[in-house]
């Protein structure tokens, strides 16, 4: 027994020791911290200073990776800036706020430019900016079609365009506008991508009283699909996917707020029961930062679209 506890105990020598070095260096690979690595990574989140734009941004930067949050609310933006970018956990990360609106290709530009400007590349492009209109007071179809003519027909031509200019068209026009800069951040092994924010409400049959975000989502979904084909062309090289995300905190979802003046959903595990969540409960922080971590990092994803959503369409297909 003494023998057999030398042989298995003892150091080993030689090519053993070398061999030993390779193993180690091959599992290294698949420690968190590199299959996640975003450290010295430029990133844009437009929407990026409140619910889940805020979420990414935080992300990617503390993991490393300079972060510009855009929108049209200059109090806001320095106020997410100030109060999440001070205390970061990666000595690399940063969070930049910079005044944009998406529904005017001008100033789409003008951002796009400065970004380019000041990294020399994108890594990645998150299209958070989001807005819902109106509402859809589809529960007078069990009156009848004449009632259910009139509630429909009463809603605002204007929301819808809102709606779409936000929600699709402005996605389509940040994502083409930072195609160079996302181009000059192509190497061996690092293909740069888009996130789209989409919604479970894009892939339900449900309304949920709103027509026009719903299919705006849905618009979102096919527009992924087709910024994927075009984008993935040999000249270009870059990736597109989109999140599908069901219920988490954020201005659309809640009036709740928090020490820090983040959106919070009360109500925890009978929230959950009472929205038919199998997950019972909202989305958190952590289910977005995991989601918009991994789209980003694997490089063999293109053109997905990845629900987030606790389970909701199971129930609600």
Sequence with gaps: ???????????KTGPHIEERELLRTANADFAVRRL?????????????????????????????ARVYITGRRPGVLATAAETWGAALAHPQGALVPLVADITDKASIQALADEVLEREGRLDVLVNNAGVSRGHSDTERGREGARALRDALWGERWEDWEA??????????FTSVAFLPALAAARRPGHAPCVINIASMSGITRSTQHHFNYNVSKAAVIQLTNLLAQEFSQAGVGLRVNSIAP???PS???????D??????IEGGEEYGRRNGIPANRAGSERDMAQTALYIACNQYLWGQTIPVEGGWLLKNP
């Design 259 to 264: 020490g820090q003046n983040k959106s919070v």
């Design 1 to 11: 027994m003494a023998a057999l506890d030398e042989m298995t105990t003892a150091p």
């Design 36 to 64: 996640f690595d975003v450290a010295g990574w430029s990133v844009v989140v437009t929407g990026g200073a409140t619910g889940i734009g805020l979420m990414i941004a935080q992300a990617f930067a503390n993991n490393g």
């Design 163 to 172: 709606t779409f200019r936000t929600n699709v068209i402005g996605h389509f």
């Design 246 to 248: 069901g219920i988490f």
């Design 251 to 257: 201005q659309m979802t809640t009036d709740g707020k």
